[in-house]
């Protein structure tokens, strides 16, 4: 549902303004495709969203807002926001210095490789999805901490207390979201033996006041006793507690030993613009580099927007790309990941000597090629830009919308069903569709491989957009047309997002595309050449933020959801 959000004008008093020396008054922006001064959030809530421009006004830099957003989604988006999961965050300083710390979770020390298995050796349904062993121990609380502690400038007391007000407080419900929970009640209450703070007697509508006390109690903790608030302690021995209520198998140590990871971004060029995303255990940026640097040699701009022949350049790209992740892609500090031979241009050209312009390659005909190993080394996105120029790109989740749906009891929190992004068993796909080999199977103490694609680009040595999306598998493909709309097709960024996509992911063989991506002749075109195409109701909900030529910021929060972007 498309829904026109009239930006809301409400004064503040702010002197100073990026490039300008005179006094001046900035106004708060919200709406959907804003454009803003100073420092610009978007993210898939207004609450978060705002709270994340309080931090900026508040002399927070990208780090400061983002860790407050953060902990704000956990409170008012539990669908994805989350303590209880993990994700990726990209960040550039004023001075374009790339870091990003992974805060994916790990499969618990007890894991192993047939464990979602029954004794026939099939998979079981619903156990790495619905049931307390489908959590990796979360990330999100260890991430938070740590970026914020190298780069934060604000006390953390500071950025996690909007977080804790909210929780206390309460917070109106969107539409969506009231028939969200109504929704999943049901599941909330078949599988919590406490019934948590999402189950009331009556069915919730839009406006009306979630509280959640105990999440604020778990996140005071957060706040005064920083890691061993979560991670230890009484959170600890809750989520411990929670785990033993049925097959859970995190225990103290797990959470004890768990630690994020600072990792260096993976960088790579199209068409001038540097792109920096995420390296493994995420794939994204993976993919997304491989489809765009085996598109690159194409003029896709004059083959046309979503013409028949654009489509089929970038899904016969794709395919080979997914193709490629279920064989190479995985943990690092498990296996050793191919990455720049898998960016490699040469390699690239190499995967697409196959490529027809009139027909499509089936997949079954498509296999991974063979890169050199000469190695050197529902979801949520938000972006933020603040007035210094520092960006924030970030994507968190639960997997699940709501994750396994299992609230530690006591704690007030929704824990992730993350161990479904392991290979459960080699070629069985996952509730994306994926499937992969031994690279990605499950062992205690690593991290599944995720699609999440938070992105930074820059043009020209500037800081030129900041975007990301949910969607799973895909993500990347996601990202890419949103890329490939502004830098081939001229897009401004609030179109970029809201055109319609489409989507390749090598198996199953198929275009996915919503409805508004194509005409009927283009539909026509694809089949005659030999694609099997399927509709979807909508593929990602972009959260994106690009700057413009004369600096300011523009904002391009996605028409799919009720995402907000706020500015000033
Ligand atoms: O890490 C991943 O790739 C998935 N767990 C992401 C899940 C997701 O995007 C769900 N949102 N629609």
């Not at 809530?45 to 957003?69: F, Q, Y």
């Not at 909210?166 to 969200?180: I, K, M, V, W, Y």
């Not at 103490?445 to 598998?473: C, H, N, Q, W, Y």
């Amino acid at each position: 549902m498309i829904k026109r959000i009239i930006p809301l004008f409400s004064l503040v008093l702010f002197w100073g303004c990026k490039g300008s020396s005179t006094p001046q008054v900035l106004i708060n922006r919200e709406g959907r495709n804003i454009i803003a001064d100073s420092g610009m959030v978007v993210s898939a809530h207004s609450e978060s969203s705002r709270i994340g421009v309080e931090i900026l006004r508040k002399g927070g830099n990208a780090v400061d807002a983002a860790v407050a957003i953060e902990f704000a989604l956990a409170v008012c988006y539990p669908e994805a926001g989350n303590i209880g999961g993990g994700g990726f965050m990209i960040y550039r300083d004023p001075s374009g210095r790339t870091d990003m710390v992974d805060y994916r979770e790990k499969a618990p020390l007890k894991a192993h490789r047939d464990m979602f298995l029954d004794p026939e050796g099939s998979v079981v349904p619903g156990l790495s999805t619905d049931t307390r062993l489908a959590s990796g121990v979360p990330g999100t609380v260890d991430g938070m901490i740590n970026i914020h502690g190298k780069y934060g400038l604000l006390s953390f007391r500071d950025v996690i207390q909007p977080a804790i007000d909210l929780a206390r407080n309460g917070f109106p419900l969107t539409d969506e979201q009231a028939a969200d929970l109504n929704g999943f009640r049901q599941k909330f209450i078949d599988r919590n033996s406490i019934l948590p703070a999402f189950v009331r007697n009556d069915p919730w509508k839009a406006g009306d006041t979630l509280k959640q006390p105990e999440l604020a109690e778990t996140l005071e903790r957060i706040r005064d006793s920083g890691r061993e608030g979560f991670y230890s302690g009484k959170t600890a021995s809750l989520i411990a507690g929670e785990m033993e209520k049925g097959n859970g198998i995190i225990g103290l140590k797990d959470l004890a030993e768990y630690q994020a990871a600072f990792r260096a971004p993976v960088e790579g060029f199209y068409r001038g613009f540097r792109i920096v995303s995420a390296p493994p255990p995420s794939g994204g940026a993976v993919i997304l580099l491989q489809i765009l640097g085996m598109v690159e040699p194409f003029q896709l701009k004059d083959l046309g927007f979503h013409s028949s022949a654009s489509i089929h350049l970038l899904v016969e790209a794709e395919k080979r790309a997914y193709a490629d992740r279920a064989e190479y892609l995985g943990d690092p500090d498990f296996t050793e990941i191919p990455v720049s031979g898998l960016l490699d241009q040469g390699y690239l050209r190499k995967r697409m000597e196959d490529f027809r312009e009139d027909t499509a390659t089936p997949s079954s005909e498509i296999r991974a090629g063979h890169p050199l190993r000469h190695e050197t080394e529902e979801t949520t996105h938000y972006s933020v830009v603040d007035p210094m120029g520092g960006a924030v790109a970030a994507t968190t989740t639960l997997n699940g919308t709501f994750g396994s749906g299992i609230v530690i009891g006591g704690a007030g929190f929704l824990m992730n069903n993350q161990m479904d992004d392991f290979s459960l068993k080699p070629g069985t796909p996952n509730i994306y569709g994926l499937s992969g080999g031994s690279v990605n199977s499950v062992a205690g103490g690593k991290r599944m491989l995720s699609s999440m694609t938070p992105v930074i680009l820059e043009k020209d040595g500037k800081l030129f957009m900041v975007a990301g999306s949910p969607g799973g598998s895909t993500i990347p493909t996601t990202v890419m047309q949103v890329i490939t709309n502004v830098v081939d097709f001229d897009m401004d960024i609030a179109n970029a997002v809201d055109a319609g996509r489409f989507h390749h992911q090598w198996l199953p063989d198929r275009i996915e595309y919503e409805k508004t991506a194509f005409d009927r002749f283009t539909e026509n075109k694809l089949k005659e050449i030999g694609h099997t195409l399927r509709e979807r109701e909508s593929l990602g909900r972009v959260n994106a933020i690009m700057v413009m030529p004369d600096g300011r910021l523009k904002a391009g929060a996605d028409r799919r959801g009720l995402n907000s972007a706020y500015g000033y």
